[in-house]
């Protein structure tokens, strides 16, 4: 093999190695859950997209990618579309101390197979950040540590309709709040 070839190998074998770790390295670590998890979540930090409880209003509204649909001074709403199937919308709560709530629902049309997939989903995650869940009325609940709330309460419900019927529509709630039990 000649002087050239080898040059040659060595830099395909080179620009074959950073095409498979540039795309490696823009992967993000929610992806495994699927997309509209990730779209959803958006990022690992904080406990819901990036946020803790306790941050204040002006920051979320900064960090977040839309205008809101509603907002007052001590509550943001905003709607957002994942994909054909999917739709979700966010709303945050704030009192003297700053956010102390957030609510999230995630509607998916036609398929109650893809909603009941998105669930566990979610449920895998807060499992695997927080703990086994317990049950708790319907929902499934994780206690959380938060800096200014203490104990705070993660709740994940399915909605979804007894019957999977002709534009059924599935629903996920999450609550995030301080548990002042």
Request: proline share 2%; glycine share 6%.
């Amino acid at each position: 093999m000649s002087h050239l070839q080898k040059s040659l190998k060595l830099l395909l074998l080179v620009i074959l190695f950073s095409v498979v770790s540039s795309c490696k390295q823009n992967k993000s670590s929610l992806a495994e859950y699927g997309s509209v998890f990730e779209k959803v979540v958006i990022s690992d930090q904080g406990v819901f997209r990036g946020f803790s409880l306790g941050d204040s209003l002006k920051n979320i509204k900064a960090k977040e990618k839309e205008t809101p649909k509603e907002e007052d001074e001590n509550y943001l709403y905003y709607e957002y579309k994942s994909d054909s199937l999917t739709t979700f919308n966010v709303s945050y709560s704030f009192d003297e101390k700053g956010l102390n709530e957030i609510k999230s629902d995630i509607f998916v049309k036609n398929n109650m197979d893809v909603a009941e997939d998105i669930y566990n989903k979610f449920k895998e995650y807060f499992n695997q950040h927080y703990g086994q869940s317990e049950t708790e009325g319907g929902f499934d609940v994780w206690s959380v540590k938060s800096e200014k709330y203490g104990e705070i309460r993660i709740d994940l419900s399915n909605e979804f309709p007894a019957f999977n019927t002709t534009n059924a529509i599935g629903k996920i709630s999450l609550w995030i709040y301080p548990d002042t039990n």
